[in-house]
């Protein structure tokens, strides 16, 4: 192990060398720019034997990554923003293709009106794409999840594209110390070389994905033919395949935890054992919010956290289970760095869909937060916190979302 003071980009970057990417499509944003330049220069000082490609937009860049995934190359790319939404149609192709492209995402407020600073919007429209997104509340977290999303990705009962987000400039440019993995042996170990659906033979030309392909069905007295199925097959293929990730992905953390001394898990605890309240959240607004539990807990509120790291696919079941075994809770808080814009924050919606699936009537309160950069702190968050719970004590609870730290006229 090597401990590094890197900001988030970087502590990106070094995951990608450590683990031998072998194909990199870069095209430069705000604020995710700097993990691009960061393997440019290792590719150019021979510390990464990799194929650096630049290309002339995002959308090249995830075509790039297609394509040199389809030859069984390990590959990566970063964006933010405006950037990643330039990617969207070719998100769909990367998922329905099955193939485990990582990406990093820092965060960043789509325009318009411009902004630099961070929020979700960019990644969380892309939420239905098929891809899996895990968000992270540390640098440190960063290089981790890189190195895990390749392993669970490149599983073969997954094979899907993931995305590993980070709030920009709060991560993406603040320094921390991350310990990495100097040792490619143990990369190895943990991380065995990709094992690619696909197979490709210039000796054998063939089309992939064709755009209308016959429904094979299968004949018991013909084993040699495969039930090849149709688009919603293969649709429902992938459903199936995302479903699995959950249960996988809480494997892969505790094989990389016992190897390298650090789990996460799908979502992370914060004095909860005894908690009639929780906070809910993502990323780095919900990280701060452990602070607001320690304010609330002093102010005689049983004030737990909940930070969601994997966000999708939404993991419903283990959700239920913790509801399950926290009887007393009496009502949950999720603070959104998002926007679904004419409803709610996306979190809560997916939150309050998993308590009705599962029969709970628990209030849930929503608080959009953060949005574009803008500054909230833990005392905000416990504030807008105690308002909740007071109200839900009450009964008064207004299931309506509201702004946190706004100036606007009524």
């Known amino acids: 192990m090597a401990k590094l003071l890197l900001n988030g980009n970087h502590a990106a970057a070094n995951a990608c060398k450590d683990v031998g990417v072998q194909v990199i499509a870069a095209y430069p944003i705000t604020p995710q720019s700097p993990i691009v330049e960061r393997l440019s220069r290792f590719v150019d000082d021979g510390k990464l034997n990799a194929e650096f490609v630049r290309v002339e937009s995002e959308h090249s860049a995830i075509t790039v990554c297609i394509a040199a995934s389809t030859t069984g190359a390990r590959v990566f790319t970063a964006s933010s923003a405006n950037g990643l939404c330039l990617m969207h149609e070719q998100l769909h192709w990367a998922a329905g293709s099955r193939l485990p492209i990582v990406l990093a995402c820092a965060n960043r407020a789509p325009a318009a009106p411009w902004n630099v600073w961070t929020d979700e919007q960019d990644s969380i429209s892309q939420r239905d794409t098929g891809w899996v997104q895990l968000y992270c509340e540390d640098n440190q977290e960063i290089y981790d999840t890189i190195i895990q999303a390749y392993k669970l ?53 063939c089309i992939v994905n064709l755009v209308t392909f016959p429904w094979i069905r299968h004949d018991p007295d013909k084993p040699g033919i495969e039930k ?20 996988k992905f809480k494997k892969i953390d505790k094989e990389f935890g016992d190897k390298f001394g650090r789990y996460y898990g799908i979502y992370k605890e914060y004095l909860c054992d005894d908690a009639e309240f929780i906070i809910f959240g993502i990323g780095t607004l919900a990280c701060e919010a452990r602070i607001s539990a320690d304010l609330l807990r002093k102010q005689g509120f049983k004030v737990g956290l909940i930070n969601l790291k994997l ?100």
Not at 228 to 245: D, I, W
Not at 318 to 328: G, M, N, R, S, V
Request: overall charge negative.
């Open 153 to 205: 990705g490149e599983d073969p009962e997954i094979y899907a594209p993931v995305m590993v987000c980070f709030d920009g400039y709060i991560l993406s440019h603040t320094m921390m110390p991350v310990e990495t993995i100097d040792d490619s042996n143990l990369i190895k170990e943990f991380l065995p070389p990709y094992k690619p659906h696909t197979h490709l033979d210039p000796n054998d030309p």
């Open 228 to 247: 090849m199925g149709a688009y919603p097959e293969f649709r429902y293929a992938l459903q199936q395949s995302l479903l699995k990730v959950p249960e």
């Open 311 to 410: 966000y999708r696919p939404f993991p419903r079941d283990d959700l239920i289970e913790f509801i399950t075994k926290h009887p007393d809770i009496k009502g949950i808080i999720v603070f959104d760095r998002n926007l679904s814009y004419g409803y709610e924050g996306a979190v809560c919606t997916d939150l309050k869909s998993t308590l009705y699936s599962a029969h709970f009537d628990i209030p849930v309160h929503n608080y959009i937060a953060g949005i574009g950069g803008r500054n909230i702190t833990a005392e905000q968050i416990a504030s807008a916190t105690k308002k909740s719970c007071e109200m839900i004590l009450k009964g008064q609870i207004d299931k309506k979302p509201e702004w946190i730290n706004i100036d606007m006229e009524d």
